[in-house]
């Protein structure tokens, strides 16, 4: 998957001499928290509410609402924005978007093609992009299998989940590092009751963790 699949294409974007207040009502208004900031279409900078919080800390926070208010009024995007923008393309991997926001300590990322800015992607994005290969919300029953690291281990569990007439919604395994004797697939099953695949699992000298069916409750 693709950046390009999952980005917000409608963006909400201010320009460089756009007062501080109005990307404070923008930021609430559509529950946002960064905002870009372009020239045209090419991208200069970007806005977060953590840097108008940072901006408004001290010494603005001992200044009433009106005081401050004005002070924000008299501020322009550019001031505070900031310029060193890490992007990505439509066609960057979903993983490689991942990567950089982790890397880079950042909540979103603009994305550009050439010096056009045709979208962003945010974290909470990519998170729904995990959920959704988890399979998480779909009627399931979550597994845990961990099995030794060697070829061919997975086809086998996949055959016994099929000879039990189960089918997989989804399944996930980690890297693991060279040399780990084992490893663990996240799978979630849809069918009749697997005792008898959990049984023969265990027998196949497989550790298999089964937790609840569908999803959770909200206490």
Not at 80 to 89: A, E
Request: aromatic letters at 6%; proline letters at 5%; one cysteine or more.
């Amino acid at each position: 998957m693709y950046v390009g699949r999952r980005m917000t294409r409608n963006l909400i974007t201010v320009t460089g001499d756009t007062n501080i207040l109005k990307v404070k009502n923008l930021l609430k208004q559509y529950s946002i928290d960064q905002v870009p900031v372009v020239e045209g279409n090419r991208i200069v900078g970007i806005i977060t509410d953590k840097d108008i919080r940072r901006f408004t800390a001290s010494p603005a926070s001992t200044l009433s609402v009106h005081e401050l208010n004005y002070l924000l009024s008299e501020m322009r995007a550019e001031e505070i924005m900031t310029k060193k923008v890490f992007t990505v393309t439509p066609g960057t991997p979903i993983e490689e978007a991942a990567k950089l926001i982790n890397e880079r300590r950042v909540n979103s990322l603009p994305v550009v093609t050439g010096d056009e800015l045709v979208g962003i992607i945010t974290t909470c994005d990519l998170l729904n992009v995990l959920l959704e290969f988890l399979g998480v919300g779909l009627p399931s029953r979550r597994f845990e299998v961990t099995f030794p690291n060697r070829k061919g281990e997975i086809a086998r569990i996949a055959s016994m989940i099929n000879e039990f007439g189960l089918a997989i919604v989804s399944m996930i395994t980690a890297a693991v590092r060279e040399g780990s004797p084992t490893r663990t697939a996240i799978l979630r099953l849809e069918g009749p009751d697997p005792s008898a695949l959990i049984e023969a699992l265990k027998d196949a000298g497989y550790q298999v963790a089964a937790e609840y069916q569908g999803r959770a409750k909200n206490p």
